[in-house]
């Protein structure tokens, strides 16, 4: 298991809900990114967080809408998702946005 | 526009042999070059990180090795073991970028079987 957890592991939901990625980093870093992986695609970086201020945003789609109140935590939350938006979703914390991540083991989303 | 092809997409070996992997990316000014595994639903775990200044990276059975001139790195695993299938991840820190945004290839799927 690395420093770098997330909840839930899995994930079911329907396309009118709304609910939330947690992921909490106790390496004491303090730049953290949501990557999402879909079937037979590369790794696409979502949202960088550098000591709690946002960085970047890659186009994501405003059904998706981080949140990080602290350098160890960082959430997605999730509102009226898309079959498409199936994935799994990573979380990876750095080291003053160094290129050496530390990623979670992800959560497997399912939208119905 | 900055890309990390990998090749094979998938490799099946039998236990034992030695293998190469390959990831080549289309722009040579780099800050690193990074490699990782990721067993099946599950996170990356980072197995070797070469710097822009280095040519090659060892722990235990693997050695990975950078050629940026030519825009080539590669992942060698000596006497594979079933232990070892995973999906391989090469994962790319152009200078020119944001810092700590990496680009990743697609990644090959190696199967040992015992």
């Known amino acids: 298991e690395t420093g770098v957890t997330q909840t839930p592991r899995h994930l079911v939901m329907g396309m009118t809900n709304k609910k939330s990625l947690k992921c909490e980093q106790h390496?004491?870093?303090?730049?953290m990114y949501w990557y999402k992986q879909s079937a037979k695609k590369p790794l696409e970086l979502m949202f960088v967080y550098n000591f709690k201020e946002q960085t970047e945003n890659n186009s994501v789609p405003s059904r998706f809408s981080p949140e990080c109140p602290n350098s160890s935590h960082l959430f997605l939350h999730l509102h009226t998702l898309q079959p498409e938006d199936s994935a799994l979703y990573l979380c990876a914390s750095s080291q003053d946005q160094l290129p050496t991540q530390y990623f979670g083991p992800g959560t497997r989303l399912t939208v119905l | 526009k900055q890309e990390v092809t990998q090749i094979p997409a998938a490799l099946s070996v039998p236990e034992g042999e030695n293998l190469v992997l390959n990831c080549s990316f289309t722009?040579?000014?780099?800050?690193?070059l990074q490699w990782f595994r990721q067993d099946p639903g599950k996170g990356l775990t980072s197995l070797l990180l070469?710097?822009?200044?280095?040519r090659e990276q060892t722990s235990g059975r693997l050695n990975a090795s950078l050629d940026k001139s030519s825009g080539r790195s590669t992942l060698y695993i000596a006497a594979s073991q079933p232990g070892d299938s995973a999906t391989y991840l090469c994962a790319v820190t152009f200078r020119f970028t944001n810092a700590g945004k990496s680009t990743f290839g697609d990644g090959t799927t190696l199967t040992v079987k015992p």
């Open positions: 722009d040579s000014a780099i800050y690193n």
């Open positions: 070469i710097q822009s200044s280095q």
């Open positions: 390496l004491g870093h303090n730049a």
